[in-house]
C-alpha cells in the first residue's frame, strides 16, 4: 500500500543575512538551525564575507537591488509569515529591507548585529541609526546581546539592571519585544513586550565550547519556533536550550573560536 503524504504544513521562514565561508555564522548557522527545528529556510544573502574562525577577513555587500530580488523570488511564490535578518552590511542595504518587509507583511526578527566575536565590523557604522530609526518599528522582535543593546542605546549595558533600562529604550523605538540575550551578563536572557510592559527572565547556564555563530543561532531558532506557533517566551526558552546544546556540542574547527553545531 502506498501511503498519502501527510498534510501537514511546514512553516516556511526566511533569513536575511550574511554568509560565512567558514560555515559557523550567518546564512549557515541559520539554515542548519532551521533544519534542526524543523521548518523550512530560505534566505537572501546580504553580504558574502571571507571569514574563519580567527575573524572577518573581507565583505562583499551585494546590491540593495540583489537583497530585495531574492526577497522578492521567495516572498511571490512561498508563503512566508516569519523572517529573520543579521548582518546587513550599509544603510542602502537596511533601507531597502524594511521595504520588502513592510510589502510582504513579514513578521521580522532582528538580530541586530553589528561585528563578529572575533573581529570584523558587519553593520556601517552609519547605518546603527538607520537600522533603529527605519527597520526596527516594523519588526517583531530584536535580539540584541549587551554589546549590542548598549550601541542601540548609547549606554553601557554590563549588568542585569542596565539590560532593563536598555530593553525599554529600545522598545521605545518602535519594536514589539526585545530580548536582551545574557551570554554576556548572568546567562539569564531578558524578554522585554511592549504592550504589557513585563518583563520576563529566562534563566540559563554558561556552557563551555564553541561559541562561534551563537547569536545567529539563536535568534533563527527564535524565529522557527515562532513559525511553528509557540508564544514568545516559549519560544525564547526553547531557543535558549537549542543554542546551549548547541555550543556543548561543537567540535573544534580551525584555529579560532569553533563554531557552535545545531545538527547534532
Ligand atoms: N558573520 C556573519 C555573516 C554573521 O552574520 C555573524 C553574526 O551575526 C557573525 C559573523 C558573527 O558571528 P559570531 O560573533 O557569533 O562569531
Known amino acids: 500500500m502506498t501511503e498519502k503524504p501527510l498534510k501537514v504544513k511546514t512553516p516556511i521562514v526566511l533569513t536575511i543575512a550574511g554568509s560565512d565561508s567558514g560555515g559557523g555564522a550567518g546564512i549557515a548557522a541559520d539554515l542548519k538551525t532551521f533544519a534542526a527545528l524543523g521548518v523550512h529556510g530560505t534566505c537572501a544573502i546580504t553580504s558574502v564575507t571571507a571569514q574563519n574562525t580567527t575573524g572577518v577577513l573581507k565583505t562583499f555587500d551585494l546590491t540593495p537591488e540583489t537583497v530585495a530580488s531574492q ?18 552590511a550599509s544603510s542602502e542595504i537596511v533601507r531597502e529591507v524594511a521595504k520588502e518587509v513592510r510589502k510582504h507583511e513579514l513578521s521580522l526578527v532582528l538580530d541586530p548585529v553589528i561585528a563578529a566575536e572575533a573581529g570584523g565590523n558587519l553593520l556601517r557604522k552609519e547605518a546603527l541609526s538607520i537600522l533603529a530609526e ?11 546581546n549587551a554589546s549590542e543593546a548598549g550601541a542601540l542605546t548609547g549606554m553601557t549595558v554590563k549588568t542585569p539592571e542596565d539590560a532593563k533600562v536598555a530593553a525599554r529604550k529600545i ?17 539569564t536572557d531578558l524578554i522585554y513586550e511592549a504592550d504589557s510592559e513585563t518583563f520576563t527572565r529566562v534563566p540559563g547556564t554558561f556552557v563551555k565550547g564553541g561559541t562561534h555563530g551563537t547569536g545567529c543561532t539563536y535568534s533563527a531558532a527564535v524565529t522557527a519556533f515562532l513559525a511553528s506557533g509557540e508564544d514568545l517566551e516559549e519560544a525564547a ?13 561543537s567540535r573544534p574547527a580551525g584555529r579560532g573560536v569553533s563554531p557552535v553545531n545545531q545538527l547534532g
Open 237 to 249: 526558552r526553547k531557543a535558549k536550550k537549542f543554542v546551549e546544546q548547541a555550543i556543548l556540542r
Open 134 to 144: 527605519e527597520l526596527l518599528p516594523f519588526c517583531k522582535v530584536t535580539t540584541p
Open 71 to 88: 526577497i522578492e523570488a521567495v516572498c511571490t511564490d512561498m508563503e512566508v509569515r516569519w523572517a529573520k535578518s543579521g548582518m546587513l
Open 171 to 187: 522598545a521605545d523605538l518602535g519594536v514589539e519585544a526585545v530580548i536582551v540575550t545574557g551570554g554576556h551578563l548572568d546567562a
